[in-house]
C-alpha cells in the first residue's frame, strides 16, 4: 500500500462521514456605534472629538475596547440555534406540553368560533408552538355527533397557520380535547 492508496482511503471514509457543522451567527454588526456615540454624533460631536474624550478618561484599554465594539454571547447564540433545532422536530413538539389553553365547553358554535379565532391570533402574536382546546366529548350534544369537536377540526383545517394536530392521551383529555401545532410565522421587527 502506498501513499496514494492511504490518501484514497481517508478521503473515502471522510466522504461517509456526514458532518454536522453549526453555523455561527452574530447579532452584531461589525463596527456598529454602541448607544453612546450615538448620543454623541446626535449632538454634533465628530468621531475624532469622541476619540480624543475617550482619551483622556483613565480606563482600562480593555474597557475602552469593550466599550466600544461590545461583545457577542456565543453561549446564548448556541443556546438559541439549539432551542430552534429542537423546535424544528416533529416529535419533540408532539412531546412537549402545550404552552396554551383553552375550553370551550358550554359554548355555542358562533361563540366557539370566535373565541378560538381571537386565540389563535393571540397564540400566534405570542410566538407559542403548541396549544390545546378542549372542545369535550359531545356527551350533552343534541344529536349524534359532537358539534364542537367538529367544529374545532374544520377551524384547524381552514386555518393556515395551524399544522399538525391530534388527541392527548386519556389523562389529559382524550377525544374531547385536540392539541395543535402552530406554524412559525414570520417575525416583524
Known amino acids: 500500500m502506498d501513499f496514494g492508496d492511504i490518501l484514497n482511503q481517508w478521503e473515502g471514509s471522510q466522504r461517509k462521514q456526514p458532518q454536522k457543522k453549526q453555523p455561527q451567527v452574530s447579532h452584531k454588526k461589525a463596527n456598529a456605534p454602541t448607544k453612546e456615540e450615538k448620543e454623541a454624533a446626535r449632538q454634533g460631536y465628530s468621531w475624532e472629538q ?3 474624550q475617550d482619551g483622556k478618561k483613565r480606563m ?8 466600544r465594539h ?13 432551542r430552534n433545532e429542537r423546535l424544528s422536530n416533529i416529535d419533540y413538539l408532539r412531546s412537549m406540553n402545550p404552552e396554551a389553553v383553552i375550553d370551550l365547553h358550554q359554548l355555542t358554535r358562533d361563540e366557539a368560533w370566535s373565541k378560538l379565532q381571537n386565540f389563535v391570533n393571540d397564540c400566534y402574536r405570542r410566538n407559542l408552538k403548541k396549544i390545546l382546546i378542549i372542545h369535550g366529548k359531545g356527551i350533552h350534544s343534541n ?7 367538529q367544529m374545532v377540526r374544520i377551524f384547524i383545517e381552514q386555518d393556515k397557520r395551524l399544522g399538525t394536530s391530534g388527541h392527548p392521551d386519556r389523562n389529559h383529555g382524550g377525544n374531547g380535547a385536540t392539541w395543535v401545532i402552530i406554524k412559525p410565522g ?3 421587527d
Open 70 to 82: 461590545g461583545t457577542v454571547d456565543k453561549d446564548r447564540i448556541n443556546e438559541e440555534a439549539e
Open 50 to 52: 469622541i476619540m480624543e
Open 186 to 188: 414570520k417575525i416583524k
Open 60 to 67: 482600562n484599554p480593555m474597557d475602552i475596547w469593550l466599550n
Open 143 to 149: 344529536g349524534s355527533d359532537p358539534v364542537l369537536g
